[in-house]
């Protein structure tokens, strides 16, 4: 009898729940997520001489397959080819990054939250790499579906300057009509856009694309998650003594494709020391010191190539938008800021020898695990409505029902 009482209760709180989400309407959402935050596919045949920086035994020819995340990217050795196959070139004469020729990089079915929810897909290991999974299945338990009122604007996260090539999608242009279509099968209702990490910084450059007129017309509000404003001295860490992530692959590799990706560079430390303070985000050894206001200096310790690449894109990134704004917001979008913080982040990295292949060290202060505190609390200067939800790492709150919950207010309306 007890538990039949117990049953009846949850039945009237469910009934309850659900009755009262029948007053409100949903907003239609579009997903932005971070970098190394979508599914990357690959296929084609790498040519002959095409140089490359994966081993000898990998293949030159590619057959459709999962470069990132797959279960291959925790097998060693075999995991150093789908790293490979990843890695950009340069073209200095036009200053645009390349791919390998004859290999396509693709996003599966792109527009729906497939390719974001788990960046491994396959049993297991999807359990283990949840990304925007947790809240999207929270979403899904308000109404939304896939591909009707709940999209995903993923991208190959190597890339943010998509409105300046020819060989690859313009991916600005096809968010635009994704947000159009959007609108218009949800009865002319306006998006909500929700970006985390270096989605963020897509969403501030996506607004500058789509114009004043546009982002009145379709754009409801931002809901802005972790964007590293002022970036972020763990790619300093990726970089210079290299990262693996956790993942059992050489060092060697993720450091080259951090060195080549000119995302990497967009997410650099800005703002000069006026923004971010004066502490040092790299030595190397006891002489040589770097800070914001000298980071161009450390470009011109790697290669030409890292060199002029690091350059532009620091200097025509999210810098030069920031200018064109006045470090406002584009066309005055609605925006609303949640951080975490509490976690240690590296915020300087020290270096014992200039070719950055001897031992190396980590200075910490506060963050989100990834962002530092100041690049976070940078928020404040774009918009007042932030949200310091507690002390989370920087992926691991999107699965908190705490996220969920500051969200909910934004994307249903009566």
């Given at each position: 009898?007890?538990?039949?009482?117990?049953m009846?209760r949850l039945?009237i709180?469910?009934?309850?729940i659900i009755e009262s989400y029948?007053?409100?309407?949903?907003k239609?959402i579009?997903?932005?997520?971070?970098i190394?935050?979508t599914?990357?596919e690959?296929d084609?045949t790498?040519?002959?001489?095409?140089k490359v920086?994966f081993?000898?035994?990998?293949?030159?020819?590619?057959?459709?397959e999962?470069?990132?995340?797959?279960?291959?990217?925790?097998?060693?050795?075999?995991n150093?080819?789908s790293?490979?196959y990843?890695?950009p070139g340069?073209?200095?004469s036009?200053?645009?990054?390349?791919?390998?020729?004859?290999?396509?990089i693709?996003i599966?079915?792109?527009?729906?939250t497939?390719?974001i929810?788990?960046?491994v897909?396959?049993?297991?290991?999807k359990y283990?790499?949840?990304?925007?999974d947790s809240?999207?299945?929270?979403?899904e338990?308000?109404?939304?579906q896939?591909q009707?009122d709940?999209?995903?604007?993923?991208y190959d996260?190597?890339?943010?300057?998509?409105?300046e090539y020819?060989h690859?999608?313009?991916?600005?242009?096809?968010?635009?009509?994704?947000?159009?279509?959007?609108?218009k099968?949800?009865?002319?209702?306006?998006?909500v856009?929700?970006s985390?990490?270096?989605?963020g910084?897509?969403?501030?450059?996506?607004?500058?694309?789509l114009g004043?007129?546009?982002?009145?017309?379709?754009?409801?509000?931002?809901?802005?998650?972790?964007t590293?404003?002022?970036?972020?001295?763990r790619?300093?860490?990726?970089?210079f003594?290299?990262?693996?992530m956790?993942?059992?692959?050489?060092t060697?590799?993720?450091?080259?494709?951090?060195?080549?990706?000119?995302?990497?560079?967009?997410l650099?430390?800005n703002?000069?020391?006026?923004r971010?303070?004066?502490e040092?985000?790299?030595?190397?050894?006891?002489?040589?010191?770097?800070?914001?206001n000298?980071?161009?200096?450390?470009?011109?310790?790697l290669?030409?190539d890292f060199?002029e690449?690091?350059?532009?894109?620091y200097?025509?990134?999210?810098?030069e938008l920031?200018?064109?704004?006045?470090?406002?917001?584009?066309?005055?979008v609605k925006t609303?800021?949640?951080?975490?913080?509490g976690?240690p982040?590296?915020?300087?990295?020290?270096?014992?020898t200039?070719?950055?292949?001897?031992?190396?060290?980590?200075?910490?202060g506060?963050?989100?695990?990834?962002?530092?505190?100041?690049?976070?609390l940078?928020a404040?200067h774009f918009?007042?409505?932030?949200?310091?939800?507690?002390?989370y790492k920087h992926?691991?709150?999107?699965q908190?029902?705490?996220?969920?919950e500051?969200?909910?207010?934004?994307?249903?309306?009566?």
């Open positions: 009898m007890k538990l039949l009482n117990q009846k039945l709180i469910s009934f309850f029948a007053f409100f309407q949903r239609p579009i997903l932005i997520p971070g190394m935050s599914i990357l690959g084609g790498v040519l002959s001489n095409q920086i081993p000898k035994y990998c293949s030159r020819v590619l057959n459709k999962t470069l990132w995340l797959s279960t291959k990217s925790f097998i060693p050795y075999v150093a080819c790293f490979g990843l890695v340069w073209n200095s036009n200053k645009q990054q390349t791919d390998l020729d004859g290999i396509r693709i599966p079915q792109w527009g729906s497939y390719s929810r788990s960046i897909p396959t049993w297991p290991l283990f790499s949840n990304a925007f809240l999207i299945k929270r979403l338990s308000l109404g939304y896939d009707v709940l999209l995903a604007a993923s996260w190597r890339y943010f300057r998509f409105d020819k690859i999608d313009n991916w600005y242009e096809k968010t635009k009509n994704l947000i159009l279509n959007t609108f099968i949800n009865n002319n209702s306006k998006v856009i929700v985390h990490s270096m989605g910084l897509m969403s501030y450059k996506l607004f500058d694309y004043k007129d546009f982002c009145n017309a379709y754009i409801d509000q931002w809901i802005s998650m972790s590293p404003f002022l970036g972020s001295v790619t300093f860490s990726a970089v003594p290299g990262d693996n956790g993942i059992p692959i050489n060697k590799y993720t450091r080259d494709l951090s060195r080549t990706v000119e995302t990497i560079p967009f650099f430390p703002g000069g020391n006026e971010w303070g004066n040092p985000i790299m030595r190397i050894g006891n002489q040589t010191i770097f800070t914001i000298n980071i161009t200096e450390s470009f011109k310790t290669d030409s060199q690449k690091s350059m532009y894109v200097q025509h990134g999210i810098n920031y200018l064109k704004y006045n470090y406002t917001i584009p066309h005055n609303h800021c949640i951080i975490t913080s976690i982040t590296i915020k300087t990295v020290n270096m014992e200039a070719n950055y292949d001897g031992n190396f060290s980590f200075e910490y506060d963050g989100d695990g990834t962002i530092n505190i100041q690049s976070l940078y404040k918009t007042r409505s932030i949200f310091n939800i507690g002390k992926t691991d709150y999107l908190e029902e705490i996220t969920f500051t969200i909910k207010p934004f994307i249903l309306k009566k």
